[in-house]
């Protein structure tokens, strides 16, 4: 069961700004779909992805002063697989910060936050199958 860890979320207060530093400053190019909360940039084999602090901070179920500084996205290629994870994650002590449910663009994900706090998102999604870049194997349960 092949997976790949390839997006970094990083909440940000001022998306318009940022565009300004990283693709006028920098001279990035835009990855993917942009919308006002967000922006997409390759960065070798992950995406990274900036989002509006507010709509972190709803999509992973904190107040937005307790939203993390940044949240790692899985992508799997199987909705079981998603529900397995956050099963598996609760049960080793890990924190569901959003119970796994369809989400808009045709996703199925859930939030959670490891004992230390880092936050991490389960993802099945339609428009971005699993590749062999950056590849994560999980162990059967």
Same mark, same amino acid.
């Given at each position: 069961? $092949?997976?790949?860890?390839?997006?970094?979320?990083?909440?940000?207060?001022?998306?318009?700004?940022?565009?300004?530093? +990283? $693709?006028?400053?920098?001279?990035?190019?835009?990855?993917? #779909?942009? /919308?006002?909360?967000?922006?997409?940039?390759?960065?070798?084999?992950?995406? /990274?992805?900036?989002? @509006?602090?507010? +709509?972190? *901070?709803?999509?992973?179920?904190?107040?937005? %002063?307790?939203a #993390?500084?940044?949240?790692?996205?899985?992508?799997?290629n199987?909705?079981?697989?998603?529900?397995?994870?956050?099963?598996? %994650?609760?049960? =080793?002590?890990? !924190?569901?910060?959003?119970p796994?449910?369809?989400?808009?663009?045709?996703? +199925?994900s859930?939030?959670? !936050?490891? #004992?230390?706090? @880092? *936050?991490?998102?389960?993802?099945?999604? #339609?428009v971005?199958?699993?590749?062999?870049?950056?590849?994560? !194997?999980? =162990?059967?349960?």
């Amino acid at each position: 069961m $092949e997976q790949r860890v390839n997006m970094i979320m990083v909440p940000a207060n001022d998306i318009a700004a940022l565009r300004r530093f +990283y $693709e006028d400053g920098l001279g990035w190019a835009i990855w993917g #779909p942009v /919308m006002d909360m967000s922006i997409m940039y390759k960065v070798g084999t992950a995406v /990274m992805v900036f989002l @509006n602090r507010d +709509y972190l *901070a709803a999509e992973s179920g904190v107040d937005v %002063a307790e939203a #993390p500084r940044s949240i790692w996205a899985v992508f799997v290629n199987d909705k079981q697989v998603v529900d397995d994870q956050m099963a598996r %994650a609760e049960k =080793a002590g890990g !924190t569901i910060t959003s119970p796994v449910r369809d989400r808009d663009g045709g996703l +199925y994900s859930g939030y959670f !936050t490891d #004992p230390e706090g @880092n *936050a991490w998102e389960i993802v099945w999604s #339609p428009v971005m199958p699993v590749g062999d870049d950056g590849a994560l !194997t999980f =162990a059967a349960p």
